[in-house]
């Protein structure tokens, strides 16, 4: 439409030729230098030995300080004493120092006043009076709780190893009494303990007496039974009454091979007439006291 404005456009559409491009200014490009890499300096080492010679004298020849090797080292003991600050401080004992100088630091650590305050539990072994008592001395002496409980902890062990020690040595010893004695007195092993007990109430009336014995070993022990055994031969069948089992029987084998000879040297005896009716029952005879004094 003539005579209105147009509508508003980049666009052109009249044929006006070719347009002219602007020229660029053509300028050469430059790539900027790289920057240069600071390079790290390097740590400045400080000679800790001109450092201390550089002290006024009553500094430099601190004791305190013949430890330090190093810059490093000064700085880490500073370190150590700042964070030593404001904690309790227990000094050591000098050699002026008492017994009760030594159990105010231990209490200090941790020692209980009272035998109570130990957390320890009771023993079997070693009973509750000696626990007690051990506590007691805890106390007294200043032990530390770890401590009162590895010492009672070695101690319970090598009471335990003891009297298991002492359990296989005593079994021992009655194993080797007794079989001594079964094979010294063979088939009349039961008949001499019999007799070796009659003798031995007789002599020994009052119980607690003879448990006293009994708890000493003597019950087992060879030559004691054998005493008793003996002096048992020297009493007569009535003073068993009461206190033994009566009448006995049975052999040891010296005495069955003493019966055996007898019998052999009887020329009057059915075993050495073998047309006597008792004959083969005198050869059994004498065939089994052989096997009493011969057991094995």
């Not at 023993?123 to 051990?134: A, N, Q, T, Y």
């Not at 506590?135 to 335990?160: M, R, T």
């Amino acid at each position: 439409m003539s005579g209105e404005e147009g509508t508003q456009s980049l666009l052109n559409t009249e044929d006006t030729g070719t347009a002219q491009q602007p020229q660029a200014t053509q300028e050469t490009s430059k790539d900027p230098a790289p920057a240069s890499t600071p390079q790290a300096s390097e740590p400045v080492k400080v000679d800790w030995s001109k450092v201390r010679e550089s002290l006024p004298e009553d500094l430099r020849n601190d004791k305190s300080l013949e430890t330090i090797k190093d810059i490093e080292g000064l700085v880490k003991s500073y370190i150590h004493a700042q964070k030593a600050i404001g904690k309790e401080k227990i000094p050591l004992p000098d050699k002026h120092a008492t017994t009760e100088d030594y159990i105010n630091i231990l209490r200090k650590l941790g020692s209980p006043e009272k035998p109570e305050d130990f957390k320890v539990g009771q023993s079997e072994i070693l009973g509750e009076d000696f626990v007690k008592d051990f506590l007691n001395d805890a106390a007294k002496n200043g032990l530390l709780p770890w401590q009162a409980e590895s010492i009672l902890k070695d101690i319970e062990k090598h009471v335990s190893e003891t009297l298991e020690q002492s359990k296989v040595q005593e079994e021992t010893y009655i194993k080797e009494n007794i079989d001594a004695l079964r094979k010294e007195w063979g088939q009349a092993f039961d008949e001499k303990v019999q007799r070796a007990n009659a003798a031995f109430k007789f002599l020994v009336p009052d119980p607690e007496e003879r448990q006293a014995l009994i708890d000493q070993g003597l019950g087992v022990n060879k030559a004691f039974m054998k005493m008793l055994a003996k002096v048992s031969e020297t009493m007569k069948e009535d003073d068993f009454i009461g206190v033994g089992e009566g009448k006995f029987g049975g052999m040891t084998p010296e005495e069955a091979l003493q019966r055996a000879r007898e019998i052999q040297g009887d020329p009057n005896h059915p075993y050495r007439n073998p047309s006597h009716p008792n004959h083969k029952a005198a050869k059994e005879e004498v065939a089994n006291l052989y096997k009493i004094a011969f057991p094995d």
